[in-house]
C-alpha cells in the first residue's frame, strides 16, 4: 500500500528564518516521483518542488529544497528565509509507477512576523 | 495553454439533489483524478481516470458516487442524493502520461448541501 505521511499538523517559524517540513513515504515502486504543494488561505493548490526517486541530488527550487534520503524514506520540504506569504498548508505527495497521486494531511505552517 | 477548468466554483444542492462536477484537464492530459477536502483536512483520493476508462476508484463511496472521463468533453464528477457529509471542495488535477511531471489542480468546486 501506498501511503504519506506528514507528522506535524501545525509549524511556527519566525520571519526569515528556515523551517522544515517532514514527510515520510510507504511505497514498494522502485520508480516513484515525490512532490511538494501549497495551499494558502485562497484554496488553490501551487506545485512547489519535485524530486524522482532516482536523483541523486536533492531538488532546489528558489527558497525550496527537498531534503531526500531514500533509504529512511523521506522527503522533508526546506523553506529558507521564511516570508509571512508562505503561510499556508503544505501537502507532500508522491507518484507511483501507476500514476496514482497520493497526498499527506498536510502542515500548517504559519510565519510569525 | 489554460490550466485545469473546473465548474462550478460553488454549488449549492439541497439534500437529495444531484450535484455535477466539471473538469476540463490541461490540453494534452490524459489523465484526471478527483480528491475530496473537508475543511481543515488533507486531500482525500477518490478517482483515477484515463480517457474512457477508470484506472483506480478505490476512493470512491461505493454508492451515489459515479466519475466519468469520456473521449470527447470534461470529466464529470456525480453525486446522486446529496447528504450533508457530501459538503466538501472537490478539486480535479490532471496530468500528462509522462512519469516526472506533477499533477495540475483546478480550483476546486465547494459543494455545500443544505
Known amino acids: 500500500a501506498q501511503k504519506i505521511t506528514q507528522t506535524q499538523p501545525g509549524m511556527f517559524v519566525q520571519e526569515k528564518e528556515a523551517v522544515t517540513l517532514d514527510c515520510t513515504y510507504d511505497?514498494?515502486?522502485?520508480?516513484?516521483?515525490l512532490f511538494w504543494y501549497k495551499q494558502p488561505s485562497s484554496g488553490e493548490m501551487i506545485f512547489l518542488i519535485y524530486q524522482g526517486s532516482y536523483d541523486e541530488q536533492n531538488a532546489t527550487e528558489g527558497r525550496y529544497s527537498l531534503n531526500f534520503q531514500k533509504a529512511r524514506k523521506s522527503a522533508n520540504l526546506v523553506i529558507s528565509a521564511s516570508q509571512l506569504g508562505d503561510s499556508a498548508m503544505y501537502f507532500c505527495?508522491?507518484?507511483?509507477?501507476?500514476?496514482?497521486?497520493?497526498f499527506g494531511t498536510g502542515t500548517s505552517l504559519t510565519v510569525i512576523p | 495553454n489554460a490550466g485545469v477548468m473546473q465548474n462550478p466554483r460553488h454549488l449549492v444542492r439541497r439534500r437529495g439533489q444531484e450535484a455535477r462536477l466539471r473538469c476540463s484537464p490541461m490540453?494534452?492530459?490524459?489523465?484526471v483524478y478527483w480528491y475530496r477536502q473537508l475543511p481543515e483536512e488533507g486531500l482525500k483520493f477518490m478517482v483515477y481516470l484515463q480517457k474512457e476508462n477508470i484506472i483506480d476508484e478505490s476512493g470512491m463511496p461505493k454508492e451515489r458516487f459515479s466519475a466519468e472521463f469520456p473521449k470527447e468533453g470534461p470529466s464529470i464528477l456525480r453525486i446522486q442524493q446529496v447528504v450533508r457529509g457530501d459538503s466538501a471542495a472537490y478539486f480535479c488535477?490532471?496530468?500528462?502520461?509522462?512519469?516526472?511531471?506533477?499533477?495540475?489542480f483546478g480550483q476546486g468546486t465547494r459543494l455545500t448541501v443544505v
Open positions: 511505497t514498494s515502486d522502485q520508480s516513484y516521483g
Open positions: 505527495a508522491m507518484r507511483n509507477t501507476g500514476n496514482q497521486f497520493y
Open positions: 490540453k494534452g492530459h490524459s489523465h
Open positions: 488535477a490532471s496530468s500528462p502520461f509522462r512519469e516526472n511531471t506533477e499533477a495540475f
